[in-house]
Structure formats: structure tokens, C-alpha cells
């Protein structure tokens, strides 16, 4: 068939695909309005409430302590290919030489410091490696949202692995870094031997998920402020990053006996001029591709999710299933727990861990 009957035969379906993406994103920018005046009366709000502090996050002068115990391993970087416009990532590595590589992705607002339990409680039979994600300092931090596409932040994934010196991972991740991991294991599944999934659903069931439970939308609404350029870095930096701390330490919703150097862990490079652009970026380009196409997943997986997560609905849970190949997915709604499951509740984690991989160490 002529190449120009095709493209006449396709223009009907690409001007309703452009027309689609159009509404989308002018429903997401209207939601960003309102949820964008919710957090300025609350960033106002911090300020007002604590003056001494001003309307600016204050950037840290030194690392805290607890960024540098050698109990959790040692700091390192790698250079990424160049197809992966050879960025360097930092990470800390402990275990080398102890058992396969497990590779941690961490989400949003947190780094590798947030795998710390992990990182002692597996050193001894793996080789235990949490990134810090393109944009996440120390690592390397391009400014430009184009650097954030899923096409990117798979390749580094596939370098970091392949850098490391091995052929496959088993891969464990929360949040942001579950969802890259979800893409990961879709196109990359020679390299991913066992999924660990902590509070996270890959994107495209995000979508349908939320298309038919708004409650959901609302539940992670804060993803539609961060559209826009440079206003989320300053409603979250104001009053010294109340808002992230508050993120961390709400008596409900937070981590409980969370020391203030973790806290400051987690603010240290965020305080840093730029240091909130890269992560925000991921959220720039959460809307690039829509409509997803659901997708089947096959990689043997463990996913753990919190019974009271503020943020994700446990009906997410089943519509993950739903995509799955039988007898690959083993999921578990661990009881009173939040979103932040790899600190707050590390040791039943670790518990559903071992069993899921104990046959890879027999």
C-alpha cells in the first residue's frame, strides 16, 4: 500500500490521539491551579507560623553524620555510557563478592539513605547497591526535563547494572523508583531475576486505576503542582522545608522515630541551590505519554503494601494482579502500615524478603 494512503488511513486516529493528550493536559493544569493555591496557603501558612525562618529553605553547610556511617557501606560513583549521556551516579556498595547483585531504587523525597535497614540486613548474602537516581545529588543532576524521560531513566537502570559487572539484579524499589522498576522489568527482563515492589504500581495501572477511582487522583494530587516550573521548588523549600518535613515526621502519616539527623539526611542535598529540580522533573514528564497501553507483567515479584498508606489505594493491588502472569506475583497488604515501609516497618519486610528469595541462596 502506498506510503501516503497509510498516513491518510492514520490521520484520523493521530489527530484524536493529539486531541486526547490536548484535554489531558489542560485538566491536569486546571487541577494544578487548585492544588497549587492549596499549597501556597499552607507554605504561607509554615511561614507565618515560624517568621525566624523565613520564606526560603536554608541550604545545610555539612553532610550530616548519618550519611557517612561505614556500617552501611561504601560511597562510590559510576559513570554511565554514553547512552545514557554518560552521567555519574552516586551509590553506596556493601556485600561485593557475598551473593547476587540487589539493586535498590528509592522514590520521592528520599535517596539511598532510605535503604539503610536493608542495606545491613542483606550485606551478608548479596551485594548490596542503593543509587542515588539521576537528579538525586550527589549524583549528577542535568536541569533540563527532557534529561527525565522513562527512555533515560531505563537506561540508567541497564548501566548501572551492566557497570556493576553483572548480567542480572534482583531489583527492590519504592515508590518512584517501583514505577521505573515496573518499566524496567517490562523491557529489560533478562536483567531482572526477582522483583522486590514496595508501595507502587506501574504506571499504566496507575492510569486506569485512577480513570475510574477519582478518589485516588485526589490521594496523589500533589503530582499535579509539581507540572509546573519553579513554583513546587518554592512552596517546598519555604519555612525551611516544613512541607517535606512534615512529609516525614506527621505523628500519622510520617516516620515515626525519625532521629533529626535522618531528617536532615533526607533535607541536606534538597537545601543545596537546584537540589529539588531534578527530582520534580520526574513528575514533569509523568503525563508525556498518555494514553499507556496496559501491558503484562511476568517477572517473579514480591509486592508489599502499606494497609493505611495515605497516598495509595489498596485496590491497586488488584488491579496490578490483574496484569500479571499466574503464579508470578506474590502480594501482601502488611498491616498498620504506611507508605514509607522500608523504614518503618524494616523488619517485616525483611521477613517476606527472605522466604521470597530463599530458594536463590539454597
Given amino acids: 500500500m502506498p506510503e501516503f494512503v497509510v498516513t491518510a488511513l492514520l490521520a484520523p486516529s493521530r489527530l484524536s490521539l493529539k486531541l486526547l493528550r490536548a484535554l489531558v493536559m489542560c485538566l491536569v493544569y486546571c487541577a494544578a491551579v487548585v492544588v497549587a493555591a492549596v499549597y501556597s496557603c499552607i507554605a504561607l501558612t509554615n511561614v ?51 551473593g547476587p547483585l540487589m539493586l535498590f531504587l528509592h522514590g520521592f523525597p528520599e535517596n539511598w539513605f532510605s535503604w539503610r535497614y536493608q542495606l545491613r540486613e542483606f550485606q551478608n548474602r548479596f551485594h548490596v547497591v542503593a543509587v542515588d537516581l539521576r537528579g538525586y545529588r550527589p549524583s549528577d543532576a542535568p536541569k533540563d526535563v527532557d534529561c527525565y524521560t522513562t527512555d533515560l531513566l531505563m537506561a540508567d537502570i541497564k ?68 507540572q509546573f516550573p519553579w513554583l513546587p521548588e518554592k512552596l517546598l523549600s519555604m519555612s525551611d522545608f516544613q512541607i517535606l518535613k512534615t512529609i516525614f515526621t506527621h505523628r500519622k502519616r510520617g516516620i515515626p522515630h525519625l532521629t533529626p539527623c535522618e531528617l536532615e539526611a533526607f533535607l541536606y542535598h534538597f537545601s543545596q541551590p537546584g537540589g529539588l529540580t531534578g527530582p520534580l522533573n520526574y513528575y514533569r514528564n ?9 501491558q503484562e507483567l511476568s517477572t517473579p515479584t514480591l509486592l508489599l503494601w502499606g494497609e493505611k498508606d495515605p497516598y495509595l489505594q489498596q485496590g491497586l493491588v488488584g488491579a496490578i494482579g490483574s496484569r500479571f502472569v499466574p503464579g508470578r506475583l506474590e502480594s501482601h497488604i502488611v498491616p498498620g502500615t504506611g507508605h514509607w515501609i522500608p523504614q518503618t516497618h524494616p523488619q517485616e519486610m525483611h521477613q517476606y524478603m527472605w522466604a521470597f528469595l530463599q530458594d536463590l541462596l539454597d
Fill in 48 to 98: 507565618l507560623c515560624h517568621p525566624r525562618r523565613g520564606c526560603c529553605g536554608l541550604p545545610r553547610p555539612a553532610a550530616p553524620d548519618c550519611l557517612k556511617d561505614p556500617t552501611l557501606g561504601e560511597h562510590c560513583f559510576l559513570s554511565l555510557k554514553v547512552s545514557s549521556s554518560g552521567l555519574r551516579l552516586h551509590y553506596v556498595s556493601a556485600g561485593r563478592g557475598n
Fill in 286 to 294: 509523568l503525563f508525556r505519554n498518555f494514553p499507556l497501553e496496559p
Fill in 159 to 226: 548501566d548501572i547494572i551492566l557497570g556493576l559487572g553483572y548480567s542480572k539484579c534482583i531489583l527492590v524499589s519504592h515508590d518512584w523508583g517501583a514505577l521505573l522498576a515496573w518499566n524496567f522489568s517490562i523491557y529489560f527482563p533478562s536483567l531482572v531475576e526477582r522483583m522486590v515492589v514496595v508501595s507502587g504500581a506501574p504506571i499504566s495501572v496507575y492510569q486506569d486505576y485512577s480513570i475510574r477511582q477519582i478518589g485516588q487522583l485526589v490521594q496523589s494530587s500533589y503530582m499535579f503542582l509539581f
